[in-house]
């Protein structure tokens, strides 16, 4: 099974700051890494698939990088709308696995 | 626009079964090429896929609950479930179906199931 380390598990950020959170692959999984941004009683919902493609309907500010075992969700300029936690998933090979996820509190 | 709705029990007794059932709107669930998953979240943890079946019927589960899961499609009803055995404590979850392709685009909107006596 391929584990997913996120971290950091939780940040405060101010309103227009930059966000990073990375996501370790413990074997190469290629580019078979997606986002997922769940606010709280919601489902979760996609925001990149295949490392760095944005879904539809998801705003700029988002972008995702990196290959192999090692990848990065940006969010630039965070606004409140965005205060969620954050999890990475891998689809390279069974079973799928999802990262422990990151939370990100607006400050 | 796919809709994903989930439906069963939301409370399930230890050592029985756990039963729910997907019904999907917007969209046949025999469209080629996509999967259709099952994914849980315990209150306050991270999510864990379960398993997912092809519309043609092949099935893939996670190993750590291979035994007690079956994923099953009914392409007249446009529904597609999920079969938990001798369920514990440990699998009280929020359920969510979803349709994937490697990436999960739809989700439904995840459904409480408690395993209390």
């Known amino acids: 099974e391929i584990v997913l380390t996120q971290s950091p598990d939780f940040q405060s950020v101010t309103p227009k700051e930059k966000v990073t959170i990375t996501c370790r692959a413990s074997?190469?999984?290629?580019?078979?890494l997606h986002w997922y941004q769940q606010k709280p009683d919601q489902s979760p919902k996609l925001l990149v698939k295949y490392v760095s493609q944005s879904s539809s309907g998801v705003p700029s500010r988002f972008s995702g990088s990196g290959s192999g075992t090692d990848f990065t969700l940006t969010i630039n300029s965070l606004e409140a709308e965005d205060a969620a936690t954050y999890y990475c998933?891998?689809?390279?090979?069974?079973?799928?696995?999802f990262g422990g996820g990151s939370k990100v509190e607006i400050k | 626009q796919l809709q994903l709705q989930e439906s069963g029990p939301g409370l399930v007794k230890p050592s029985e079964t756990l039963s729910l059932t997907c019904t999907v709107s917007?969209?046949?669930?025999?469209?080629?090429?996509?999967?259709w998953g099952w994914i849980r979240q315990p209150p306050g943890k991270g999510l864990e896929w379960i398993g997912s079946i092809y519309y043609r019927g092949s099935t893939n589960y996670n190993p750590s609950l291979n035994s007690r899961v079956t994923v099953s499609i009914d392409t007249s009803k446009n529904q597609f479930s999920l079969r938990l055995n001798s369920v514990t404590a440990a699998d009280t979850a929020v359920y969510y179906c979803?349709?994937?392709?490697?990436?999960?685009?739809?989700w439904g909107q995840g459904t409480l199931v408690t395993v209390s006596s």
């Open positions: 979803a349709h994937h392709v490697q990436q999960v685009d739809y």
């Open positions: 998933h891998q689809s390279s090979s069974l079973p799928y696995t």
């Open positions: 917007g969209g046949s669930i025999s469209s080629n090429s996509y999967y």
């Open positions: 074997q190469s999984i290629g580019s078979s």
